[in-house]
């Protein structure tokens, strides 16, 4: 799976600002709800939930939330840049200025599980998390995410 299999160009938010974690997580759910015609709240719920049992905070700038709904027809997925990092309770302790952020059906599991894995395997390289950080537009998030 690539990232160009679970991520579309408009399903990029630049430049988010957030006083926390918490407020963070709203704005995403918010923003993929609307684009996916979701409740809104349930995204956030099931965000939240999932990131009580333990931080997706990745390390390196980076965190994964994720969650499953019931009754989702496919996966969505959304890119985050943040202006400024927030606290996330990453495992390395840094702040968190990039997201992956997963939502998919309970029945998708192993489509959840690859989805991660995609964006993981992309994120871990630091020459492409500041390739995002410094690009000047979702497109160039977008190509710098295909590598």
């Keep these: 799976m690539y990232i160009s299999d679970i991520l579309s160009e408009d399903m990029i938010l630049l430049d988010v ?5 918490r407020h ?3 704005q995403v759910a918010d923003f993929v709800a609307e684009k996916q015609n979701l409740d809104k709240n349930a ?3 099931a965000i939240l939930e999932r990131e009580n049992l333990g ?3 990745y390390g390196g700038g980076v965190a994964f939330p994720h969650a ?3 009754d989702l027809p ?3 997925t959304a890119f985050v840049r943040l202006r400024e990092g927030v606290d996330y309770d990453a495992l390395d302790n840094q702040k968190v200025d990039l997201l992956a952020f997963l939502v998919s059906s309970e029945q998708n599991g192993e489509d959840h599980l690859q989805a991660l894995a995609a964006f993981s395997r992309v994120l871990k390289n630091a ?3 500041q390739k ?3 690009a000047k537009n979702a497109h160039e998030i977008y190509v710098a995410l295909q590598n």
Excluded: P, Q, Y
């Design 17 to 21: 600002s957030a006083d926390n974690k």
């Design 24 to 26: 963070l997580l709203m």
């Design 43 to 45: 995204v956030f719920e």
């Design 55 to 57: 931080t997706t905070g």
């Design 68 to 70: 499953r709904l019931t």
């Design 74 to 76: 496919c996966n969505v």
């Design 127 to 129: 020459d492409i998390c």
């Design 132 to 134: 995002i950080r410094l």
